[in-house]
T-cell receptor, first 114, second 109 residues
Framework: GAVVSQHPSRVICKSGTSVKIECRSL??????MFWYRQFPKKSLMLMAT?????????EQGVEKDKFLINHASLTLSTLTVTSAHPEDSSFYIC??????????FGSGTRLTVV | KNEVEQSPQNLTAQEGEFITINCSYS?????LHWLQQHPGGGIVSLFM???GKKKHGRLIATINIQEKHSSLHITASHPRDSAVYIC???????????FGAGTILRVKS
C-alpha cells in the first residue's frame, strides 16, 4: 500500500526558532499533499494544500509567512513553522492522495514550543 | 449545520461486542472515507467507499448514497480496536476532505 513517512515524530523547540517537518511518499508520487493541524480532542483542521512545483494554497486564517510549505518534488513536501511561539504547539499531520488507495496519512509530528 | 455528522461521539464496549458507528452527510460526494486515529496520533485509512459495502477482516463499511448515510461496523471487538474513528467526505477528485468530529471508541476487556 501507499506509505507517507513523516519526520520528526516529536520535536521540542525554543520560542523564536524555526522547525521543519518533512513528509515523503515512499512508493508513489504525491502530486498533492495536504497539511493538517489538530488541537487536543478536536478534528483535523486543513492548513494548506501543496502541489508539486507550484505555490501552496492556504486555508483562510492560516498565515502563509508563518507556515511555509515547499513541495519541490513528487515525493517530498515540507512544512516549516517559522519563529515558533508556544501557541504553535500542536499536532501536525500530512496526507496525500494515492490513487485507488484513497488518502494516506503521515504518522504526525507533535510540536512543543517552549 | 455541519456537512457531516457522526454518532455516537463516545462509545464504550465490552470485548467481543458488535459495534456500529454512523455517519450522515448533507452534500454530494465522490467518496466517503473511514479513518482510524490511534492514541499516538497516527491515522490509518480503513475504507474508501463510493457505493455498497466493503469488508476487511473484522471491519465492515457500508454506504447508502440515496440516504447519504454510511456505517462502520466492527465485529468481535477487541481492546486494540480502541481509537478514534473518523468519517471524511471527498467532494471530488483532488479536493480536500471534510471531516466528521470523530467517534471515540473504548473497548474494555
Amino acid at each position: 500500500g501507499a506509505v507517507v513517512s513523516q519526520h520528526p515524530s516529536r520535536v521540542i523547540c525554543k520560542s523564536g526558532t524555526s522547525v521543519k517537518i518533512e513528509c515523503r511518499s515512499l512508493d508513489f508520487q504525491a502530486t498533492t499533499m495536504f497539511w493538517y493541524r489538530q488541537f487536543p480532542k478536536k478534528s483535523l483542521m486543513l492548513m494548506a494544500t501543496s502541489n508539486e512545483g507550484s505555490k501552496a494554497t492556504y486555508e483562510q486564517g492560516v498565515e502563509k509567512d508563518k507556515f511555509l510549505i515547499n513541495h519541490a518534488s513528487l515525493t517530498l513536501s515540507t512544512l516549516t513553522v517559522t519563529s515558533a511561539h508556544p501557541e504553535d504547539s500542536s499536532f501536525y499531520i500530512c496526507s496525500a492522495r494515492a490513487g485507488n488507495y484513497g488518502y494516506t496519512f503521515g504518522s504526525g509530528t507533535r510540536l512543543t514550543v517552549v | 449545520k455541519n456537512e457531516v455528522e457522526q454518532s455516537p461521539q463516545n462509545l464504550t464496549a465490552q470485548e467481543g461486542e458488535f459495534i456500529t458507528i454512523n455517519c450522515s452527510y448533507s452534500v454530494g460526494i465522490s467518496a466517503l472515507h473511514w479513518l482510524q486515529q490511534h492514541p499516538g496520533g497516527g491515522i490509518v485509512s480503513l475504507f474508501m467507499l463510493s457505493s455498497g459495502k466493503k469488508k476487511h477482516g473484522r471491519l465492515i463499511a457500508t454506504i447508502n448514497i440515496q440516504e447519504k448515510h454510511s456505517s462502520l461496523h466492527i465485529t468481535a471487538s477487541h481492546p486494540r480496536d480502541s481509537a478514534v474513528y473518523i468519517c471524511a467526505l471527498n467532494r471530488g477528485y483532488g479536493n480536500k476532505l471534510v471531516f466528521g468530529a470523530g467517534t471515540i471508541l473504548r473497548v474494555k476487556s
